[in-house]
């Protein structure tokens, strides 16, 4: 059912959220009966767990500090005077004060995934409007925290002084698990991962994520608070090390698939009896909410001193209910702080605003400028989004020895570069010195994402694991197709097989070695640095065959040279190189000689009786070779 379902949102260009939902209310009790809640609460609450562990690890205090003025000033007033205003009406319309609570709470919160989405994908994230929602989203990512410690208490049957008195409990042992989390993580978890990263092991580097998340989660459940809680600290404390990317990679397919197991949780609440009966207030209930949420927002906005232009469209980016709303309210469920009523009313309502999501964000700008009397013209210059910052750069896969040997020559010549390296003490080195070096498996797409695989000038691969590279490969043409890839090797075994898996140029240390000798003897020895250089380009071209054939004396060789003197009855007198190719058996023909004198082998060089020649294959085919040009067969 997933399968179908998320097969059909993607070519339908819907959230996948839709397809989750769809598929609680097909197996729910409603419906086919296949899944209760009881059975898949608990999976649907790890869902959450590494969601929040995910959120955690993005949440960057530098970054919060440089944003703090919008993150806290606009993410702030949009979160309260929102929410304030959507619970006030609630409560006018009859609803429990509690209840109103958790309906401004999630009509105030928008959804994070498919904003962020749909803005990177158009290439908004730097535009006014983008930052704008940026920052909103992020406060509202960190209003959930509070939120999920408030809304167990609004569940329970205390009221007046004793619920305030719950309530203030509930925020100091929040404030108490903060405290631990940040003494014991900032000291432990960083040498934890630096002992597990030296092992150079992927299960356990895995491992060590997942029981991170899932222990933080618990240890804040032991105290009465959200799994969830406990979760971000853990991401957040992770959040700065060297760690980030390659904890968020592990972590990611984990997060998605648990995340769909959460939404068809959602989905199995979904009461279409309900939804039936409030069919008339959901027609009217869903244009105001987006209207009403829009308007707010952008009102903000333009309060703070935003343009008209990035205003509006600011507000009609974040006009839907989030993926979160849908946390707060199936936690109001379980916790009987809302009825079910509200709750499917609320749900449906935030599915059919994020479904309208990505057209909304996709049309921000025109119905901006059709709002403000401008029409929809083409696009200015003050509309176009900046550079990347980091734009036609060299990707440097591995940062050992050949690594920085690379960097410091990049370096000097003013080449941006980005290095990915798996040696956890490398990497905080090199850190340390200001080297734009990351720690990460570069066979991971998202990781070479966060490195900029697809605005990298270059990409060079500078370790030797065969293995290893051929997978680097097919992740990098599969993030950028048109990248130049240089490789380097060992030796020249796998050279054809890298170049015909995506390789531009492959770089055999070994036989370079033996290259940079031989230019530095023949220059020693007078000859000019051109005719060195077209001599040794020339044997790159021929991709080194010249620096194979060795005479094989006692121990043999790969590739063997081999003296063939031609008798005057051999079948090859008489007839041009061209003739006798050797190429069937994979044998090459490198010299020749008349008499005492070597002669070019050409192909149109014809054979007389005497002559001999060079030639250059596997021994086993080196008599085959000889053969033919004796007898013909």
């Not at 308007?295 to 001193?305: D, E, F, P, S, Y």
């Not at 003296?563 to 005057?568: R, T």
Request: net charge neutral; charged share 20%.
């Amino acid at each position: 059912m997933a399968i179908v379902a998320l097969l059909l949102c993607r070519r339908l260009a819907l959230p996948s959220i839709l397809g989750w939902l769809v598929i609680g209310v097909a197996a729910g009790p409603q419906w086919l009966a296949w899944l209760n809640n009881d059975q898949i609460h608990l999976v649907a609450e790890t869902g959450i767990v590494f969601l929040m562990f995910s959120l955690g690890l993005e949440f960057s205090l530098p970054r919060l500090w440089a944003m703090r003025s919008r993150v806290f000033g606009l993410g702030s007033l949009q979160v309260l005077v929102t929410g304030g205003l959507a619970a006030a009406v609630a409560f006018l319309l009859g609803i429990d004060l509690r209840a109103a609570i958790v309906v401004g709470a999630a009509i105030a919160l928008s959804s994070t995934a498919i904003v962020l989405k749909q803005l990177d994908e158009l290439g908004w994230l730097n535009r006014r409007h983008g930052e704008l929602s940026v920052s909103i989203l992020l406060f509202q990512d960190l209003a959930v925290i509070p939120l999920l410690i408030v809304i167990p208490m609004l569940g329970s049957d205390t009221q007046g002084a004793a619920l305030l008195w719950e309530l203030t409990l509930a925020v100091l042992k929040g404030g108490a698990v903060f405290a631990l989390l940040l003494w014991a993580g900032g000291y432990l978890l960083p040498r934890l991962f630096d002992q597990v990263a030296t092992s150079r092991s992927e299960e356990l580097f895995l491992l060590t994520t997942l029981v991170v998340a899932l222990a933080t989660g618990y240890l804040t459940l032991a105290v009465g608070l959200s799994m969830a809680l406990g979760a971000f600290l853990a991401g957040m404390l992770l959040g700065e090390s060297q760690y980030r990317q390659q904890l968020e990679a592990d972590i990611r397919p984990f997060r998605d698939l648990l995340m769909g197991v959460f939404f068809v949780s959602v989905g199995m609440r979904l009461d279409f009896a309900t939804v039936a009966e409030f069919g008339g207030l959901l027609l009217l209930l869903l244009p105001a909410l987006l209207l009403f949420k829009a308007a707010v927002i952008a009102a903000l906005a333009k309060a703070t001193g935003e343009k008209s232009k990035d205003a509006i469209a600011t507000g009609l980016c974040l006009a839907q209910i989030g993926e979160f709303s849908f946390i707060l309210i199936g936690m109001a469920l379980q916790w009987q702080v809302i009825d079910s009523d509200i709750g499917n009313v609320l749900v449906v309502s935030g599915v059919i605003s994020m479904c309208l999501t990505p057209a909304l964000v996709n049309n921000s700008i025109v119905l901006a400028k059709r709002l403000l009397g401008g029409g929809a013209r083409g696009t200015n210059v003050d509309q176009l989004a900046p550079p990347l910052p980091l734009q036609d750069h060299v990707l440097l896969l591995g940062y050992g020895r050949v690594g920085q040997t690379i960097a410091r020559f990049l370096r000097n010549d003013g080449t941006a570069f980005v290095a990915l390296d798996l040696d956890p003490v490398r990497v905080r080195e090199a850190q340390a010195g200001g080297e734009p070096i990351h720690f990460g498996d570069a066979r991971r797409s998202d990781i070479l994402r966060h490195a900029g695989i697809g605005d990298a000038k270059m990409v060079v691969i500078t370790f030797d694991n065969r293995r290893t590279v051929f997978n680097l490969l097919d992740c990098i043409k599969q993030e950028n197709p048109t990248v130049p890839i240089i490789v380097r090797t060992r030796d020249d075994t796998t050279l054809e097989a890298l170049e015909s898996a995506g390789a531009d140029q492959v770089i055999p240390e070994s036989l370079e070695g033996s290259l940079m000798m031989v230019s530095q003897v023949l220059y020693r020895l007078g000859v000019p640095l051109p005719n060195i250089l077209k001599r040794l380009e020339r044997v790159r071209r021929r991709h080194y065959r010249t620096l194979h054939g060795f005479y094989a004396g006692e121990q043999g060789n790969r590739e063997n040279l081999h003296w063939v003197k031609l008798p005057a009855k051999a079948w090859a007198v008489g007839k041009s190189l061209k003739q006798v190719s050797l190429d069937h058996w994979q044998v090459s023909i490198e010299g020749a000689k008349r008499g005492d004198r070597r002669i070019s082998a050409t192909p149109e060089l014809c054979l007389k009786p005497g002559d001999m020649l060079l030639l250059q294959g596997a021994s086993s085919k080196l008599e085959r070779a000889e053969r033919r040009l004796l007898d013909g067969f």
